[in-house]
């Protein structure tokens, strides 16, 4: 008995990211447009770093922030798209586009504001990185350690 209460809370700690594929899942862009997560984002080949974010959140906004300065070399000798999906709720939502202008952030924005596509994948706090590649998850991260873009960039150029 004592070996199935172990084997089922081992089970169940390790279940916190049990989908190993991007769901079909629809949200919002900025511009008010509607994008499907697992088909809009399914270039062959090409990698795509979905970041979950929010305006309240200092490490998600400086771990863009550090992005954004390696993000030109990241396109050019990885073929990555960065992808900011913003955690923001309906009453902190309408600070998300000032502060991507802002920033001057080229990424595409999302707006998860229901937090459906967070739910479905496990996800429990921001700042959290998924990078996907054939919509399949290859690696995921949670936290954000300053500095750790290089060491992100050497797995991104590994998964081309």
């Known amino acids: 008995m004592k070996k199935c209460i172990l084997l089922a809370m081992l089970f169940?700690?390790?279940?916190?990211?049990?989908?190993?594929?991007?769901?079909?899942?629809?949200v919002k862009s900025l511009d008010g447009s509607t994008k499907n997560i697992s088909t809009?984002?399914?270039?062959?080949?090409?990698?795509y770093v979905f970041v979950f974010w929010a305006t309240w959140c200092a490490p998600c906004i400086e771990e863009l922030n550090a992005i954004s300065e390696v993000y030109?070399?990241?396109k050019s000798e990885a073929n990555v798209e960065v992808v900011a999906i913003s955690l923001d709720d309906?009453?902190?939502?309408?600070?998300?586009?000032?502060l991507v202008n802002g920033k001057g952030w080229e990424y595409t924005v999302l707006l998860d504001n229901n937090q459906t596509l967070k739910r479905s994948l496990g996800i429990s706090n921001p700042p959290y990185l998924l990078v996907v590649k054939n919509n399949e998850i290859l690696f995921t991260q949670n936290g954000h350690t300053p500095?750790?873009?290089?060491?992100?960039?050497?797995?991104?150029?590994?998964f081309k």
Not at 14 to 25: A, D, L, R, V, Y
Not at 40 to 47: G, I, V
């Open 12 to 26: 169940l700690s390790f279940s916190g990211m049990s989908q190993k594929t991007m769901p079909n899942i629809e």
């Open 147 to 158: 500095g750790s873009e290089a060491e992100l960039f050497e797995k991104l150029k590994s």
């Open 72 to 74: 030109e070399d990241w």
């Open 90 to 98: 309906s009453r902190t939502e309408k600070r998300v586009k000032p």
């Open 40 to 47: 809009s984002f399914n270039e062959k080949d090409k990698l």
